[in-house]
């Protein structure tokens, strides 16, 4: 300290961020003699004051460029000499401290070489800052101010790991991150994987990112100069509170252009319970035929679908209790009939997100689970494939627009791709000689487009996505009548992401056509439901910066609804003008509190208007354990042609679930545990009641679901153990009695072996109790393949007898330069169990009546698809 000064304790004045006193050293003022003097005495003077320095920039020190994160938090305590003209003179570090970390673990131990490096930075940040000098008497002087410089990492947005088949960590390998499009709120980023093959990402702003790894040093760090690595672009969109855990798979040349690089990532949000399917888990799961959507019904939460049909029952509710989004916007249907697979080609999925519970506000018009698929953007170079199997045929093609690849870094205007499919499985068993042709009419026929378009503008990156489907099913109900069923739906839907009030935004306009037809010829029935939709929803996102974050925005929707039953017309207009915010608190610890509110208006009458509120909160507590915990109330309109058919529908109101969950994720090396409780109770439930009339109910689920995965080596595989029920009643003085589609107990045990030499197998084996047997003693279930009806068969607990049954798959890969073919056998109900099981149309409520029949024989499905990259 200098020689003739005393320090003074004197408050930090508008110094933002900081709250600790300054301590100051201040020349001290001599004692001066007392001379006589023949002037009249008076008082002595005042003190001159002393004014403290004040600085003139802000005291904000980010994370210091070049720094390891892994050193951080941490505080640097400095001694800065501030001279007469507010300069910063000198710096002295006197002591650097690291912070624990949050699960009380210390972050990595620093050595001589990096205290002394994190002293250069120190002065370095500290000689850029000024202040007005200190003054003592009006008269400038120099002053000592002690100050203390927290230090803390930007958050890590993106953690990537790089490996052989094999598991082998790729290291000195270049990974870079590239807008797609190129966006004015995210930027291209580049780093090298470490020894253990992983690189991190931080500070990343919100966007869509390309992962692409430079091909040069993945060839030094593959060891292999023969031959190229062929790799692909993994896409991964960061949105609000989130990060993004992604592992990229390189596979030896010969896999390379088939395979390119597998992607599997999961996207932390502020949902609590999520579940996300990778590529390579949908590629090698048996029965799935590659479908995302189809792979759901492996996952806790979901119920096993009866006959097979594909449509999602989550939790105990019906399948329209569900929600399922397609680019963020809600979609009329996501299956075609029979349910063999869903609407999008798999090659136009990027991934799929499977919410069983407690989502988020921006989903709405939903009480039982949400799943929201996102199509995968245009790929840097051309990849096109077609592909065919014994039930349908398909294509895909994507092309970049401008495109360059001369390095991670390079950027490109935009891209377009494009997918069809259509079904001939009822020709292939027309072929069959003992077919009928009345067998061969069950076998669902469709065809299915997609087109997707990218553009990066000055003004934000905008994005054009359209699909549409066209299926017709010919059956019987096997007491003579013939039943058509014909839906067909288009939509269409804009996308513009760019920055409005200084965050990140998004408006998504969209227009749709359903149209659903039934005919029954023995009764001389028709019936037709054609529903018009156009809407838009506008979003302000949370940029996941500071502890405290928001998001906003409303959905408008405006359905037009023509219903006519035998030519007797009726119509009506629908308008849902939804409004909903998401509040978060923390960041690795957090607790995000929602609002939505959910509007039904309608022609002639009265609006009605409810509230849902959620809330959510997860806990890390250590690297390898999580919690978490959710409750809400969640509301929907029951369906539309039941609020504008029958006369009763004027009087019903909105349906809405309430309740919660909790549960924990546990993760040790290569083996992941997830266990969830939830309990859900219904109210105004929509349902024809025994005397046949319209009527709103009560419904109750509640159940336990466990998950372990394990991927070790050349083998990954998983276990999805459930408990859960699914109990209805007319009213509150009525008893509980379980639900149609109520199972107590499913399992699904899946596993997966790379054989080597491009062959892979795997197996499914699953379990479910059986279905509730109607109270109907004389019911029968129609067997369309013995075309004849079964009477209905009942255990002990008045179910109907269990499903189980065993899938298999194998698989080959053969690539030719830049072209592969993808061999499959796909043999579905190997030992052949059919069992009665209730039909699903699709319908919702059109039939008081509910039909039974038996599923699928054992199905070997052959396929081939080729690919071009």
């Known amino acids: 300290m200098t020689t003739g000064v005393r320090p003074l304790w004197v408050p930090l004045l508008s110094v933002p961020l900081l709250s600790v006193p300054l301590l100051l050293s201040a020349p001290a003022r001599a004692e001066e003699p007392q001379l006589p003097s023949l002037a009249p005495s008076r008082a002595p003077s005042p003190a001159p004051a002393f004014v403290p320095p004040a600085p003139l920039t802000p005291l904000l020190f980010g994370w210091p460029e070049g720094a390891d994160p892994a050193e951080g938090p941490l505080t640097v305590t400095a001694l800065l000499m501030i001279g007469t003209t507010g300069a910063v003179e000198d710096v002295t570090v006197t002591r650097v401290d690291q912070a624990a970390l949050p699960e009380g673990a210390l972050p990595e131990v620093l050595d001589e070489d990096a205290l002394a490096a994190w002293s250069v930075r120190t002065v370095a940040l500290a000689r850029q800052l000024r202040f007005a000098a200190a003054t003592e008497g009006g008269l400038p002087v120099a002053v000592e101010l002690p100050l203390t410089i927290p230090f803390t990492p930007p958050p890590l947005r993106m953690h990537v790991r790089l490996l052989l088949e094999d598991g082998t960590p790729l290291a000195s390998t270049l990974v870079g991150l590239r807008p797609v499009p190129a966006s004015s709120t995210a930027r291209a980023a580049s780093g090298t994987t470490d020894a253990e093959g992983v690189v991190d990402f931080r500070g990343l702003a919100d966007g869509e990112y390309a992962v692409v790894v430079d091909p040069a040093s993945l060839l030094h760090a593959a060891g292999s100069a023969a031959h190229p690595f062929y790799t692909d672009s993994a896409t991964v969109r960061l949105e609000g509170d989130e990060a993004a855990d992604v592992t990229l798979y390189a596979h030896p040349p010969e896999l390379g252009p088939i395979l390119g690089l597998i992607a599997r990532y999961d996207r932390i949000r502020p949902e609590v319970v999520k579940h996300t399917l990778s590529a390579d888990e949908v590629r090698t799961t048996p029965g799935t035929m590659g479908d995302p959507l189809r792979a759901i019904a492996n996952l806790p939460g979901a119920v096993r679908t009866p006959l097979d049909a594909g449509w999602l029952i989550v939790r105990g509710g019906d399948p329209r209790d569900t929600g399922v989004y397609i680019d963020g916007v809600r979609v009329p249907l996501i299956y075609h009939l029979g349910g063999l697979t869903s609407v999008i080609h798999p090659g136009f999925v990027d991934h799929v997100d499977f919410f069983p519970g407690g989502q988020s506000a921006r989903y709405g018009r939903s009480t039982a689970g949400v799943v929201d698929l996102t199509t995968r953007a245009p790929s840097d170079n051309v990849d096109a494939r077609a592909g065919a199997n014994i039930i349908l045929a398909g294509a895909y093609v994507s092309v970049p627009i401008r495109a360059k690849r001369a390095s991670v870094d390079s950027e490109r205007l935009g891209g377009f791709s494009a997918g069809f499919r259509r079904s001939y499985l009822d020709a292939v068993m027309r072929a069959i000689p003992s077919v009928t042709d009345e067998q061969a009419a069950i076998a669902p026929r469709f065809l299915d487009w997609q087109v997707r378009g990218d553009v990066s503008l000055p003004v934000g990156d905008v994005r054009l996505t359209g699909f549409g489907f066209v299926d017709s099913l010919d059956g019987s109900t096997g007491e003579g009548q013939q039943v058509v069923v014909k839906f067909n739906c288009q939509q269409v839907q804009g996308d513009w992401q760019g920055i409005a009030f200084g965050k990140p935004a998004l408006i998504r306009p969209y227009m749709s056509y359903d149209l659903r037809q039934v005919t029954i010829s023995a009764v001389d029935r028709q019936e037709d439901r054609l529903l018009l939709s156009a809407g838009t929803?506008?979003?302000?996102?949370?940029?996941?910066?500071?502890?405290?974050?928001?998001?906003?925005?409303?959905?408008?929707?405006?359905?037009?609804?023509?219903?006519?039953?035998?030519?007797?017309?009726?119509?009506?207009?629908?308008?849902?003008?939804?409004?909903?915010?998401?509040?978060?608190?923390?960041?690795?610890?957090?607790?995000?509190?929602?609002?939505?509110?959910?509007?039904?208006?309608?022609?002639?009458?009265?609006?009605?208007?409810?509230?849902?509120?959620?809330?959510?909160?997860?806990?890390?507590?250590?690297?390898?354990?999580?919690?978490?915990?959710?409750?809400?109330?969640?509301?929907?309109?029951?369906?539309?042609?039941?609020?504008?058919?029958?006369?009763?529908?004027?009087?019903?109101?909105?349906?809405?679930?309430?309740?919660?969950?909790?549960?924990?994720?546990?993760?040790?090396?290569?083996?992941?545990?997830?266990?969830?409780?939830?309990?859900?109770?219904?109210?105004?439930?929509?349902?024809?009641?025994?005397?046949?009339?319209?009527?709103?109910?009560?419904?109750?689920?509640?159940?336990?679901?466990?998950?372990?995965?394990?991927?070790?080596?050349?083998?990954?595989?998983?276990?999805?153990?459930?408990?859960?029920?699914?109990?209805?009643?007319?009213?509150?003085?009525?008893?509980?009695?379980?639900?149609?589609?109520?199972?107590?107990?499913?399992?699904?045990?899946?596993?997966?072996?790379?054989?080597?030499?491009?062959?892979?197998?795997?197996?499914?084996?699953?379990?479910?109790?059986?279905?509730?047997?109607?109270?109907?003693?004389?019911?029968?279930?129609?067997?369309?393949?013995?075309?004849?009806?079964?009477?209905?068969?009942?255990?002990?607990?008045?179910?109907?007898?269990?499903?189980?049954?065993?899938?298999?798959?194998?698989?080959?890969?053969?690539?030719?330069?830049?072209?592969?073919?993808?061999?499959?056998?796909?043999?579905?109900?190997?030992?052949?169990?059919?069992?009665?099981?209730?039909?699903?149309?699709?319908?919702?409520?059109?039939?008081?009546?509910?039909?039974?029949?038996?599923?699928?024989?054992?199905?070997?499905?052959?396929?081939?698809?080729?690919?071009?990259?």
Request: proline share 6%; glycine share 10%; no cysteine.
């Open 537 to 869: 929803r506008a979003e302000l996102q949370d940029d996941g910066a500071g502890p405290i974050g928001y998001s906003a925005g409303v959905d408008l929707t405006v359905d037009n609804l023509q219903l006519a039953f035998n030519d007797v017309p009726r119509s009506g207009w629908i308008g849902s003008p939804e409004a909903y915010a998401d509040v978060r608190l923390g960041q690795s610890t957090k607790l995000v509190l929602g609002l939505r509110t959910d509007t039904v208006l309608i022609t002639d009458q009265l609006p009605r208007f409810a509230m849902s509120p959620r809330a959510s909160f997860v806990r890390p507590v250590s690297t390898a354990l999580n919690l978490r915990a959710d409750a809400g109330m969640y509301h929907q309109p029951p369906a539309v042609e039941l609020l504008l058919g029958p006369p009763e529908g004027s009087a019903l109101s909105l349906e809405y679930s309430w309740g919660g969950g909790g549960g924990a994720t546990w993760t040790q090396g290569p083996v992941s545990v997830d266990v969830d409780a939830f309990g859900r109770k219904t109210e105004k439930l929509t349902q024809y009641d025994a005397d046949g009339s319209l009527g709103q109910g009560e419904g109750l689920a509640f159940g336990l679901e466990t998950m372990t995965k394990l991927a070790t080596g050349r083998f990954a595989g998983w276990l999805s153990l459930s408990w859960t029920r699914s109990l209805r009643r007319e009213e509150s003085t009525t008893p509980w009695t379980s639900a149609i589609y109520d199972q107590p107990l499913t399992l699904v045990l899946v596993g997966s072996e790379d054989l080597g030499k491009a062959w892979s197998l795997s197996s499914r084996f699953r379990y479910a109790s059986g279905f509730t047997a109607p109270a109907d003693e004389t019911a029968t279930a129609y067997d369309v393949l013995r075309s004849e009806a079964v009477p209905l068969t009942r255990d002990g607990n008045g179910r109907l007898p269990a499903f189980h049954a065993l899938d298999v798959k194998i698989s080959r890969h053969v690539v030719q330069h830049k072209l592969g073919l993808d061999f499959y056998l796909d043999i579905q109900n190997v030992y052949n169990r059919r069992i009665p099981e209730p039909v699903i149309t699709g319908l919702s409520h059109v039939y008081t009546d509910q039909a039974y029949g038996f599923g699928l024989t054992t199905l070997p499905i052959l396929g081939v698809e080729g690919v071009y990259r």
